[in-house]
């Protein structure tokens, strides 16, 4: 068990592309005990991106790395019904003055570069698919930056101080079929930030993002219908089970 994240994408590059960029909104609650909630929304015209649910497992380390991490998915909307869900793997590291001097600088635009928070923000290097390439398995890099779920609002994210000792509250809750027990969906609290990811009898994919219990992003026609014991808690959660609270 660890601490509960809230996690930032600030920037990807794939193997194919010069720089690195950030064409979505990408968050990321994790709960201590590896469960996440992963909504990567298309920032140009926020139309349907990626939202994905599953568990994060260390792994052996790879050479070079401080961590390494396979994410195995349980709902993920690039995948048929039908079909099992992916995973990929990650490796992490903190970027040192030498990492960014030698081979990371050179990756950035001008203006991103100034604004770099060397300080904050971490590397994640691995291969995936890529859904802009047909699903071709691809390299990528990408920084990520972990946030204050308390002191942060959506419009001003604030970088979480290294070796904080703040304890957030979380909550995990999921939705499971009767039948077989197979995830329809999952909400995950971390601080004042929630984000749910779920799907309706049609099995068509709903998501949410909240703020102090206010909508601050919502996809699917029937977000309200799933999700609404979350906008207002007077409501009951008969349809969701809670399984974790710390």
């Not at 070079?64 to 048929?80: A, C, M, P, Q």
Request: aromatic share 14%; net charge negative; glycine share 4%.
């Amino acid at each position: 068990m660890f601490e509960p994240s809230f996690s930032r994408r600030v920037f990807i590059k794939w193997e194919h592309e010069e720089k690195f960029n950030e064409p979505t909104s990408t968050w990321v609650l994790t709960a201590p005990n590896g469960d996440f909630v992963d909504t990567r929304i298309n920032l140009k015209d926020e139309s349907k991106s990626w939202f994905i649910t599953g568990s994060e497992k260390a792994i052996k380390i790879k050479k070079g790395y401080e961590s390494s991490i396979e994410f195995v998915h349980v709902l993920d909307n690039f995948t048929k019904w039908d079909l099992p869900p992916g995973k990929d793997v990650g490796n992490f590291k903190q970027i040192t003055s030498d990492d960014w001097d030698v081979s990371l600088k050179k990756l950035f635009n001008y203006d991103d570069a100034k604004t770099f928070n060397l300080a904050h923000y971490r590397l994640e290097e691995g291969c995936m698919e890529n859904a802009d390439c047909n699903n071709v398995i691809q390299d990528y890099k990408e920084i990520w930056d972990s946030l204050d779920p308390i002191n942060s609002t959506p419009d001003s994210l604030i970088s979480l101080v290294k070796n904080s000792k703040e304890k957030f509250k979380c909550q995990v809750y999921k939705i499971l079929e009767e039948t077989n027990g197979r995830e329809l969906g999952r909400f995950i609290q971390v601080g004042k930030f929630g984000a749910g990811v779920a799907v309706n009898s049609k099995k068509e994919y709903q998501v949410i993002r909240i703020y102090e219990n206010n909508v601050i992003y919502h996809f699917g026609k029937d977000y309200e219908d799933i999700f609404a014991c979350f906008l207002n808690n007077s409501l009951p959660k008969s349809s969701w089970k809670l399984c974790l609270d710390c």
